[in-house]
T-cell receptor, first 115, second 113 residues
Framework: EPEVTQTPSHQVTQMGQEVILRCVPI?????FYWYRQILGQKVEFLVS????????KSEIFDDQFSVERPDGSNFTLKIRSTKLEDSAMYFC?????????????FGPGTRLTVL | KNEVEQSPQNLTAQEGEFITINCSYS?????LHWLQQHPGGGIVSLFM???GKKKHGRLIATINIQEKHSSLHITASHPRDSAVYIC???????????????FGKGTKLSVIP
């Protein structure tokens, strides 16, 4: 069964460093999402991506964040200069994007630890 | 105020018990999702509902659109059901929208043998 994959599973970085989190969505899906979950808190929406551009973004998704679909299969989230408060689990999700709304499929997550 | 509220926050049950987790929301929605989050952190979609009721194995999800309320039921609970159950909604849009999810805080379920 097709699944969303994410790499790495765990990333440790120093404050101020750039990190890139990678996701491979399900191949025929058209909408892509990044969510994050700070330890002990609820999952929060960061950004959605469709047709090679950002569709919507939350207040969290400031200038330190960027997303890209560089090669038609990978979907990346870049944090330019990490802060301690960026430590969280980051989930990628995708859905087919047909005319009717449909289910989102989640990746296993990347745990980001900023020291 | 949270747009998605779940209750209870924590739930401990004996194996075999019937379990109900509730979700209320305050916005117009296109669909409501029930998700399961395992201790390792991964999220699995259980149900997506826009009306009525769905059943999958021992899991049943219902939604009342007029009352903006949904329930997740687990029959004959088992220790392997222990997880965090999350209610999430995709808001209704009048035009094009990306239908991102808005999440509740989750209900931590522990089923004791």
């Amino acid at each position: 069964e097709p699944e969303v994959t994410q790499t790495p599973s765990h990333q440790v970085t120093q404050m101020g460093q750039e990190v890139i989190l990678r996701c491979v969505p399900i191949s025929n899906h058209l909408y892509f999402y990044w969510y994050r979950q700070i330890l002990g808190q609820k999952v929060e929406f960061l950004v959605s991506f469709y047709n090679n551009e950002i569709s919507e973004k939350s207040e969290i998704f400031d200038d330190q964040f960027s997303v890209e679909r560089p090669d038609g299969s990978n979907f990346t989230l870049k944090i330019r200069s990490t802060k301690l408060e960026d430590s969280a689990m980051y989930f990628c999700a995708s859905r087919t994007g047909t005319r009717t709304y449909n289910e989102q499929f989640f990746g296993p997550g990347t745990r980001l630890t900023v020291l | 105020k949270n747009e998605v509220e779940q209750s209870p926050q924590n739930l401990t049950a004996q194996e075999g018990e019937f379990i109900t987790i509730n979700c209320s929301y305050s916005v117009g929605i296109s669909a409501l999702h029930w998700l399961q989050q395992h201790p390792g952190g991964g999220i699995v979609s259980l149900f997506m509902l826009s009306s009525g009721k769905k059943k999958h194995g021992r899991l049943i999800a219902t939604i009342n659109i007029q009352e903006k309320h949904s329930s997740l039921h687990i029959t004959a609970s088992h220790p392997r059901d222990s997880a965090v159950y999350i209610c999430a909604v995709s808001k209704a849009y009048s035009g094009a929208g990306s239908y991102q999810l808005t999440f509740g805080k989750g209900t931590k379920l522990s089923v004791i043998p």
